[in-house]
Each structure stands twice: as C-alpha cells, then as structure tokens.
DNA sequence: GCCATTTCCTACTATTATGGTCAGCATACG
DNA sequence: CGTATGCTGACCATAATAGTAGGAAATGGC
C-alpha cells in the first residue's frame, strides 16, 4: 500500500516548480539537482504532466518548464491520477463481496488528495523546513 | 495503491470462518472450495494470523480452524496489518517536505480499516449477495 | 496399529511492477 | 555552428507479489 516514486517524484517536481516559478523557465536538470533526483527520470514523468495540461515546455537552450495553471488550482489527486493511473485498491472486477469496504478506503484516500493543492504543498514544505529566513 | 491479494484473501478466508462458525473447527479445503482460491496459499496466510492469535488451529484429521475472538473485535485494520505489515505510504524516513499529506493520507486510511470490524464485513457480504434467503 | 485427513513448515519459481539507465534525435538560443 | 535543453523509445536490474511443490507431524476413525 504505497504511492511510488513516480507520483512522489512528480509531486516534488511540481512543488519545485511552482516555488520558482519566475519570468524564465524552469530546466529539470536545476530541479534534479535541487531535488536530488534523475534528471532522466524525472523526463519520463513530466512527459505525462505536459500531456495533461499541467505543465508547459520551452525547448532548446535556456528552456525549460513552467506551470501551466495557477497551483491553488492543481490538485494532488490530479497529478498522483495523471502519474499512476486510476486508483484501484483491488483490481477491477473482482467479486469478493466486500466492495463496500474498498470503496470507502477509494473514498477517504481520494478525499484527501482532492482536497490538497500544489499551494498547500508549497506552504507545507516551507513549513517542513522550519525556521525563519527573514533575517539572512 | 494496492492491497495485495494477502489482504484481501486473508479477509475472505476470515470472513468465511465468521460465517461458517460452529461446533466444529473449519478446514482450509473447505474455504478453499467456497472461495475459489489455493488452499496451500490460504496456508501461508493463516499462519500469521494464528500466531497473532485470531484464529486458532485443530490439527489432525477432522480439524481445521475457528476464531479465537468474537468477530466483532476483530477489525480490519488488524488483519490488514498482520498480513501485510505497517501501511507505509512511502518509504520510511524519506525527507521531500510532504510528510504532512503522507500522515494525513495514513491517518484517512488507517481509520477506515480501523472502523470496520469482520462483523462489519459479513453483513456487507450478506447484503452484497442481496435477495432474501427466508423461503428457501 | 494403520490410514486418511488436515495442519504445519521450508523451499522454490513465475510473473509483474518499480525504478531506473542508455542512446540518440529535435529544437532553439547565442 | 555549437551547446543546452527538451523529447522519445528501448532496455535492464531489483524487489515484491502470488503463488507451487513436497513433505513432515499430528490426530481422529476404523
């Protein structure tokens, strides 16, 4: 019962972004760095979040990324669905008789990832990393 | 985001115990039939859960297994995690400033499971089997 | 005492998902 | 033109899952 890489790695990505976004693109390779992830990997699950709209791209030298919408508007149920597919706690169409039971945990676990934003994540983050930097 | 069949099948080998209760203890060949799994799986299953002591064995010819507790103070959440161990979210000690939506994803889930009792699970497989069985 | 039944235990194996790496083309800035 | 970056597809190593296989130990019925 885990989120993989791939919807951490993508969640990391975006809150990244998001935290410098700026007038000029942002390149993965600075993300990777920052992030301390594969910059190879992290291609191969952007790739699906410029698909779905999340993201923008710039290409060539000094491209990069960009979000594409306002991140209080970005759910993290969009990108963990975007990243790893539909979520199903059992496969499809088993009959075991205890659907009731799975569609709630489907439920609560989709409450939650809906009602959190790239936003919530920025300000969590900033939280995470404590202390104050007004002074510095 | 699975619950892998452990889980699941350790939950219908339980449930059918709860529904098959009686004088005499239940043999695995038994549940194996009804539920249409491999009796030598549902062996490596209940293994934990007896030395958890949820159930309790009768070897030799005749014998079988009972439950050791009444069904309704067995929970979900207990099977689930003998079975399968502690639900991690992600991996242990990862630091990417998201903890406070993992815990909150754990916390959701735990207390579905937790609120959810093999009673719970048999009147919902009862319910799922729907019509009334009185005239037959 | 013997046989059938059933629990119990230890390996082994096949398949799948994960978490990447590698190689190279495409595009665009300077 | 050269370098930085995005983009794409193929490939691979490891671990977890979902079982199988084979048999030893216990126990009730005959």
């Known amino acids: 019962m885990k989120i993989s890489t791939k919807g951490r790695y993508g969640l990391m990505l975006l809150v990244d972004l998001a935290t410098h976004e700026g007038s000029a693109p942002v390149s993965l390779k600075s ?3 920052r992030q301390s992830l ?8 952007i790739a699906p979040l410029r698909n779905a709209g999340f993201v923008r791209s710039v290409r060539g030298a000094y491209g990069g ?5 306002p991140k209080s508007e970005i759910t993290v149920k969009d990108v ?8 199903t706690i059992v496969d499809e169409d088993v ?3 205890l ?3 799975w569609e709630k945990l489907k439920t609560a676990i989709l409450t939650v990832l809906e009602q959190t934003t790239l936003q919530d994540l920025v300000d969590m983050k900033q939280r995470s990393e404590g202390g104050y930097m007004y002074y510095i």
Chains 1, 2 share one sequence.
């Not at 594969?38 to 699950?45: C, K, N, P």
């Not at 990324?65 to 919408?69: D, E, G, H, N, Q």
């Open 65 to 69: 990324y960009m979000l594409a919408k």
């Open 99 to 101: 659907e009731e039971l």
């Open 31 to 33: 993300v990777a760095e």
């Open 80 to 87: 963990i669905l975007t990243l790893e597919g539909p979520l």
């Open 38 to 45: 594969s910059e190879h990997y992290l291609e191969q699950l």
């Open 95 to 97: 009959q075991d008789g």
